[in-house]
Structure formats: structure tokens, C-alpha cells
């Protein structure tokens, strides 16, 4: 069997990870201890994010024609992607908290819904919060006058019925 047919399932995969993907983010994992690792991929699992080590070449030649071929020249030294379907800013944001506690782990670039994001960029991404928690938030907002005004109504009610008395 010849080697490009080994390797062509490989980069079918990442075709298929990039192709479902709203967002990629690359990153360099050297110096991450095995527990870190093991953390981190926990993390990003989660919270929905497929996390893989692949060839630097298995990544150019599937990336090629598509909006992450942007991360090619970043695709140098021992890379690790992360790829998101549901959850654009996923990868980013839960990289960039582990990236705190984990000094070793560095952003090299993201495209994210097309566009590329250096480390700077990255960070900035990842300060927006989740779809659920901006939902969450506008709900606590929205919920907050309605109850107010039920309470208003409410007092007035009963003063009502005690002027009634």
C-alpha cells in the first residue's frame, strides 16, 4: 500500500472536522505536562470542541481552497487545532482560560466564521461570552421589570381590598 493512501483518510478527517466547523483555533501544546493535557482536552470536550494533534503537512493539504488555509504559515513546530460546530468562540474562550493556568500553551492564529485572528484577536474572542450566557443575561434583564411591575400590581391589589374592608 502506498503512503499517500495511508495518509489520505487522515486528511479526509480533517476536511470533514474544518468543512462542520464554525471555528479553528491552532495552537502550540509544547511543554504541557501530561496532566495538563489531559485537563485541557477534558475542558474542550465539554464544551463541544473537537481538540487534535495532526501533521503540520496533513493540515495545509486539507485545508487547501477552504477559509483555514489562512493558518497555513502558521502550521510550524508541534501544532494542536481545535474545531467547533455549534459554538464559534468555544475553542477560543476555553483555550484562553486554560492558557492562564497553563503557561506553555500558546495561540499561534484562529479563523473564526472565516476570518483570521492573531493571538491579540484570539484573546478579544474569547472575552465574549456564550450564546447561552447572552440569552441567560437578556432573560435575567427582560424578567426583572416584569417582575417589578407584578409586584406594583400586586400592592395595589391589596391595598384595594384593604380600603375595601
Known sequence: MAKVELKQPIVDEIKALANDSKSAVLVD???????????LRKQLREAGV???VYKNTFMKRAFEG???????EFL?????????????TAPA???????????ALEFKGA???GTFYDEKGIKAIA????REELISKL???????????????????????????
Open 29 to 39: 501544546y509544547r511543554g504541557l505536562t501530561v496532566e495538563q493535557d489531559t485537563i
Open 111 to 113: 479563523v473564526i466564521e
Open 93 to 103: 474562550r476555553v483555550l484562553a482560560k486554560a492558557a492562564k493556568e497553563m503557561d
Open 66 to 72: 477552504t477559509d483555514y488555509a489562512q493558518l497555513d
Open 139 to 165: 432573560l435575567g434583564s427582560l424578567q426583572s421589570p416584569i417582575t417589578n411591575f407584578a409586584r406594583v400590581i400586586n400592592q395595589i391589589a391589596e391595598k384595594g381590598e384593604a380600603a375595601a374592608e
Open 50 to 52: 473537537v481538540y487534535k
Open 76 to 88: 510550524e513546530g508541534p501544532s494542536a487545532i481545535a474545531f467547533s460546530a455549534e459554538d464559534a
Open 127 to 130: 472575552a465574549i461570552p456564550s
